[in-house]
Every structure is written in C-alpha cells, then in structure tokens.
C-alpha cells in the first residue's frame, strides 16, 4: 500500500517568515495530493490539493509543489501568521484505486509571535 | 449546509462494553469514511462505504470492529468488546460521488476506555 512520510515532526517559525514542509510518497500510481490543517481539538480541515498533471498550485498564502520523479510535494506557506499554527497532515491517493486516503503522520506548526 | 455530524463527541466505556458511534455526511454526499487517529499519529484508515455497501474494510481489525452505512440514517462504526487499546479519535469523514476525492472530516468522537 501507499506510505507516505512527512519532514520534520516539528517546525518552528518567527511570524512572517515562511514555513515549508515536505511530504514524500511511495506509489507512483498516486496522483492526487491533499494538504490538511488540524488545530488542537478540531477537526483536519482541507487546505489546499493538488493533481498529479499539475505541477505546482497557489491560494493566497498556501501554495503546493509536486515533484512526481522524486515522488514529493511539499506545502509552502508565506507571511506566516499565529493562526497558522497547528499540525499539517499530507495525504496521497492512488489511481484507479479504491479512493482510500493514505496520510502522514504530520508535522506540527509553531508560529511564533 | 450543515457539515459532517458525528456523536457523541466524548464516549466513555469500560471494557468489555460496545461503542458506537455514529456519522451522518454532508448533504448530498453519498461516500463515507472512517478514520482513527492516536495522539500525535496520523489518520489510519479503517473503512468506506457508500450507501449499504462497504467499499474497503481493509484497514478495520477483523473482530469486534464492523461499520455500516444503511439507506436510512447515519452510518454507524461499532466497537464490541471494547479493549484499552480501542482508546482514539476516531473521525469519520464524507465525499460527493462527483467530487469523491475531496474529503471532509467530521469533528470526531474520543473514545476513551476504562
């Protein structure tokens, strides 16, 4: 099955600096890519995703770039702000397959005012 | 339009009890998914099903876990016996058939066993 991975566990940001995290895969038959945010105690939202024809994807401040040779994507995120703390969680679905969902473990976000 | 609803939010059971919890999708979605979730793990996919079908029960134990999802009503995850280990987030999640990859989580219930 898919494995997906994600680095690191943890990062820390001055606001306003940029956070990038980085999410390999291991089934090159994948060909969607999800990003999702989780605050403490909510739930994991849909933030931004991204088609394997598609090789990079931008909404405001999220931004996500595919390398499907190197079977990675990576999630940008600009102008960080507190709110954007939480923890990120990637995700890749085959294709042809049985739409399951296969995620990382994620990495937590900390903006530092 | 209301989102994915699932209850309870918190569910305490001693050992050997059932739990189930229950997820009603998002209007008009027809596709359903449940995930479990330990502190500081990832979402593990346990089951999907559409309307009175499972579709992938791969990732759910093959006893004392079951789910379904009738023509009528939430679906259901059911947990009999409930061990230590059942302990989790569980959340289920839902998706349209036009756009089924786009997956939208309900709030979840913490299952706490005793």
Redesign the interface.
Known sequence: GEN?EQHPSTLSVQEGDSAVIKCTYSDSASN?F?W?KQELG?????II?IRSNVGEKKDQRIAVTLNKTAKHFSLHITETQPEDSAVY?C?A?RRLG?????????NQVVVIP | NAG?MQNPRHLVRRRGQEARLRCSPMKGHS?V?W?RQLP??????MV?LQKENI??E??MPKERFSAEFPKEGPSILRIQQVVRGDSAAY?CAS?SRIE?????????TQLSVL
């Open positions: 997906v969607y999800p999702y909510k739930r994991p939202q849909l995703d969680f995700a679905r049985n739409n399951r969902l296969a995620f990382g473990k994620g | 994915v596709h998914y995930y500081e793990e990832g979402l593990k996919f999907y579709i992938d791969s990732g959340f998706s089924h990859e786009k997956l939208f989580f309900g709030s979840g």
